[in-house]
């Protein structure tokens, strides 16, 4: 699609971005002496299945022309000039080289925790800043966070921001069911209200996806997921990332609150608990944990039900071991209930000195104890055939995973198991006597009937 070179006064210089209803480019403007970012929006035909869409899109410029006068701060990108005619709209704001927060929110490409916490403390101070002005954004997530290679940041896109200073039922800017779900605090669920809160609440979700690679609840369908952020507790920070100080978990806890009352009350009450934090971290040049063993474990069928979050969970929370040959993993009738995950090479599980099976790479040992809710002991002993490479995996690491990853491994180990039990059967059955046969029954019909007055 070809470059326009002209769009009214400003000449274009490249495109930066594009979206579902808008283009941006870098321009110059005759009027100013540093380049701009200039957002064209293009209306479409006003046929009936776009007119109200149409309606909805000049709403929310209207309201980022109106919202973006009354805020002047270092940490929010200024709109300059916003002109909306019949077929299109151009809004001209101050251009920032930075890419969006999102980069930054997957386990592999993690900042160092003092950095991330660096990031939301502006955050915090641009929120309060626009709430002092009556301002609330109403839809503060990463890919609204802008920020360059010095940690310098900028929140943008104020179109669906909220004057609370006016009466929702009069207020140009209000539009219900604004915001996007995982970020969005349980008063926008449940259409309460909204105040500074919930932006504080959306950046504490924003925190927490920078500081572990995930979210604080995640489902496969909304519904789960607004149950959850209305009724569940968010994992410890600390336990999904060992990089992360205990202290960050009160921090995380108290941003998000369900109740507004325990919630912090404002963005500099926020930023001063970060700040607190951040003093207490030595080493400010911490890097994410060894990410080049993710892609040995990603091929792996036992993880081909694990999300990729998931994955990159369990590679923090469990050992990598390497042994030789001739050494004994699992002793019979101990209570370890540790076990294992083989990568490479081969493994024998025998019972009472004598063999009942070999096991290969994908294959999961030394499940039974953990699998046992009354013993906890080891049925079988485990030696290995050949230098192996495993993954092994303690219950107490496992007990403080995400739900999510404690009901993939229940699902997999019992799978697995249940598998195995039955190969081993058929190898019995092999060589044992013949079975009785007998009639097959389902199990004898009953008929209910009402009794008669």
């Not at 002209?6 to 009027?31: K, N, S």
């Not at 941003?255 to 001063?272: C, I, V």
């Not at 104890?369 to 993954?391: F, G, I, N, S």
Request: proline share 5%; hydrophobic share 40%.
């Amino acid at each position: 699609m070809s470059i326009p070179e002209q769009i009214g006064r400003f000449r274009i210089l490249r495109e930066v971005g594009r979206g579902a209803t808008a283009v941006v480019y870098l321009a110059e403007d005759p009027e100013r002496a540093e380049p701009v970012a200039l957002k064209h929006v293009r209306f479409g035909d006003r046929a009936k299945d776009e007119a109200k869409w149409n309606r909805r899109l000049l709403k929310l410029l209207k309201a980022e022309q109106a919202v973006s006068s009354r805020l002047r701060h270092p940490h929010i990108i200024r709109i300059h000039e916003a002109v909306i005619e019949s077929d299109q709209a151009l809004v001209a704001m101050e251009y920032f080289p930075g890419g969006s927060l999102e980069r930054y929110c997957r386990f592999d490409r993690l900042l160092p925790v003092s950095r991330a916490i660096g990031i939301v403390f502006k955050c915090c101070l641009a929120l309060d800043h626009a709430f002092r002005q009556g301002i609330v954004h109403r839809d503060i997530k990463p890919a609204n966070i802008l920020v360059d290679d010095q940690d310098n940041v900028k929140i943008t896109d104020f179109g669906l921001a909220l004057n609370v200073g006016k009466k929702i039922e009069t207020d140009s800017t209000f539009i219900m069911g604004v915001g996007s779900p995982a970020y969005m605090s349980p008063e926008q669920i449940k259409g309460y209200p909204l105040n500074q809160k919930t932006d504080l609440y959306s950046l504490g979700v924003v925190l927490f996806h920078l500081l572990t690679g995930r979210l604080p609840f995640r489902s496969v369908n909304a519904a789960q997921l607004m149950y959850k952020i209305l009724n569940a507790d968010p994992p410890s920070v600390s336990q999904l990332n060992p990089d992360v100080p205990q202290q960050m978990d009160a921090v995380i806890r108290k941003a998000l609150e369900k109740d507004l009352y325990s919630r912090y009350r404002n963005g500099a009450e926020f930023a001063k608990d970060l700040s607190a934090v951040r003093y207490r971290i030595v080493d400010d040049s911490l890097v994410p944990s060894d990410t080049s063993r993710f892609p040995l474990l990603r091929r792996q069928p036992f993880f081909t039900e694990f999300d990729d979050v998931e994955v990159w969970e369990v590679l923090r929370i469990c050992c990598w071991r390497t042994v030789g040959e001739g050494v004994q993993l699992v002793r019979e009738g101990d209570a370890d209930q540790r076990f294992g995950l083989l990568l490479e090479g081969s493994v024998e599980l025998s019972m009472g000195g004598r063999r009942v099976t070999e096991l290969g790479p994908g294959e999961v040992f030394g499940e039974q104890a953990w699998l046992d809710q009354l013993e906890h002991r080891q049925t079988l002993a485990v030696v290995t055939l050949t230098p192996v490479t495993y993954l092994e995996m303690n219950p107490s690491a496992l007990a403080l995973a995400s739900d999510e990853v404690r009901e993939q491994f229940r699902r997999q180990i019992s799978t697995a198991l249940v598998r195995r039990m039955s190969a081993l059967s058929q190898a019995i059955a092999r060589s044992g006597p013949a079975a009785r046969s007998g009639e097959f029954r389902r199990g004898d019909a009953v008929e209910l009937k009402l009794a008669d007055d």
